[in-house]
């Protein structure tokens, strides 16, 4: 009896021992790097498993005390993305501090949208002018090409001219491309609206920031 009450003393003694040193983490004396595995458990050890080299894992001194934290390393996909995080926050810092120094109020950026939107709209007038024109201009030409074949099918009806086939051609061309350019000013008028109404609600919100200090 008094045999098997030393060995269980002597076997809860050990197990203290090594509870104890499982708590205190890795052994004094040394640097050592501290990882966790792919299943959550925490190693300490003088070197890290190659295959967890790039993992999460710290440094830590001879008392056990974390004198270095190294982050996982980044995949391509990460680095890439924080490179375009950085790019846009550095864009940002610029166009704000362009604000700060352009504007002096609100109405400073009104007037400069409302010049720009007026220069949009005399280049509309004027290619909506020059559309007009095209329009007759193929009228005529429409007009002179009836008596010509493939539109005249009377027998004995001549063959279009070069000269008059090259100026269809040319101006039905120059009407397709004038009413795309004439669609893009829609389209950058629209933008241009928005682009400064992001301009004067970030304004305000500097300005307000500013107020606040």
Do not use: C
Not at 121 to 140: F, K, M, P
Not at 175 to 184: F, G
């Amino acid at each position: 009896m008094v045999l098997a009450s030393r060995f269980a003393g002597r076997w809860l003694l050990g197990f203290a021992f090594a509870t104890s040193l499982a708590i205190a983490g890795p052994p004094a004396g040394k640097t050592t790097f501290r990882w966790v595995d792919d299943q959550g458990v925490v190693h300490y050890g003088d070197r890290i498993p190659p295959q967890y080299a790039t993992k999460e894992r710290s440094v830590l001194n001879a008392q056990g005390v974390e004198v270095k934290h190294l982050d996982a390393q980044k995949t391509a996909e990460q680095i890439e993305a924080e490179s375009r995080r950085q790019q846009e926050l550095f864009r940002q810092k610029q166009h704000d501090n362009f604000l700060i120094t352009t504007y002096t109020s609100v109405k400073d950026i009104e007037a400069l949208r409302d010049e720009r939107l007026q220069q949009l709209q005399a280049q509309r007038t004027a290619a909506e002018q020059y559309i007009d024109t095209l329009h007759s201009r193929l009228n005529g030409l429409q007009s002179r090409a009836m008596v010509f074949r493939p539109y005249n099918a009377k027998k004995g009806a001549r063959r279009m001219p070069d000269d008059l086939a090259e100026d269809l051609v040319r101006t039905l061309n120059e009407m397709r491309s004038q009413t795309e350019a004439l669609t893009s000013k829609s389209q950058e008028e629209t933008t241009l609206r928005t682009q400064f109404q992001a301009d004067i609600e970030r304004y305000r919100e500097l300005h307000a920031a500013h107020a606040d200090r």
